[in-house]
């Protein structure tokens, strides 16, 4: 590294003194000695093994060579220093962030991560709106919006993060006082408690030892958020297909019950969605991975 470093001070050096003529103009520029400026010179001539310029008392010109590595040169110093802004860039995104995500996801999940975001960029502000219909993320005006489920052609770009998993669940209360449920097609004599946003309120899917088993089902109870759902479980009122993240804890504490524990149901997908923009802010960018890391 400190070789690569010395090169390339030497690589500016030469490049400094070609355009302007001269070592010590050189030299002067860079707030060094005109001895100095030359020895850089020197020092990437022996490195290379080739010579970069002929010397005489009154002026210098570059040799063939040179005048090639000249031009490559000054691409190379070039692209570090862009390099180097975009460091400088990403250690200071300050600004505004718009986010939305489903309330459920949002809650219990996202929330959770989010202060070791704004610990690690205190420059940006978050404002964080959750509900459960899918918000236009241009003409809402959002910086990125999460999407649970398979994403419709909408020309956003998207980061797949890690899946929901979905866990079918009763209380013992409720396993206690109704039919056994030992296939998934049991489940249409019970009260299936259905999420209103997507398909879990009229059908669920199972994948066992006869394939893939889609279920109709019917309940007396159906809500747009997990948390009303999981209230009405744990009361007694029917059978549950939510997210880990939502039953777990009642499921640690034996308040709820596994179903079907030979039976698979499919994971949901999770995407990050952002406009298709060529340049994307630092401050988004600094978000999208710090939710690709945090949540992938």
């Known amino acids: 590294m400190v070789f690569l470093m010395d090169r390339l001070s030497c690589m500016e050096v030469f490049i400094k003194a070609v355009e302007l003529g001269s070592f010590s103009a050189a030299a002067e520029t860079l707030n060094m000695s005109s001895q100095l400026a030359g020895k850089h010179v020197q020092k990437l001539e022996q490195q290379l093994g080739v010579q970069l310029l002929h010397r005489t008392t009154r002026r210098q010109s570059l040799t063939d060579f040179g005048r090639l590595f000249y031009e490559r040169a000054k691409i190379i110093l070039a692209e570090v220093e862009t390099a180097e802004n975009m460091a400088a ?12 995500a489903p309330v459920s996801f949002g809650m219990h999940t996202l929330s ?41 052609d909408s020309g956003l770009m998207a980061r797949l993060l890690a899946p929901y998993h979905l866990v079918l669940c009763a209380s013992p209360a409720y396993i206690g006082t109704h039919s056994p449920i030992r296939t998934p097609w049991d489940l249409q004599r019970h009260d299936c ?14 994948d066992g030892p006869n394939g893939r088993e889609v279920v109709p089902v019917s309940s007396r109870f159906v809500a747009d958020q997990a948390e009303p ?31 079907l524990p030979e039976y698979k149901v499919p994971t949901r997908p999770i995407h990050i969605l952002y406009a298709p923009d060529r340049h994307i802010t630092p401050k988004l960018r600094s978000f999208i991975d710090f939710a690709v890391d945090a949540l992938g």
């Open 112 to 152: 959770r991560y989010l202060p070791d975001y704004m610990k690690a960029f205190p420059e940006v502000t978050i404002e964080l709106t959750l509900n459960n219909r899918a918000v236009d993320l241009v003409e809402d005006g959002y910086d990125a919006v999460f999407r649970i489920g398979e994403l419709a």
């Open 89 to 100: 860039e990403t250690r200071a995104v300050p600004g505004r962030l718009r986010i939305n």
């Open 229 to 259: 759902l999981l209230n009405a479980t744990l009361a007694g009122l029917g059978v549950i297909l939510q997210p880990l993240e939502i039953v777990g804890k009642a499921l640690e504490d034996g308040k709820l019950i596994v179903l």
């Open 193 to 206: 408690l259905g999420f209103a946003h997507t398909e879990l309120r009229t059908h669920w899917t199972f």
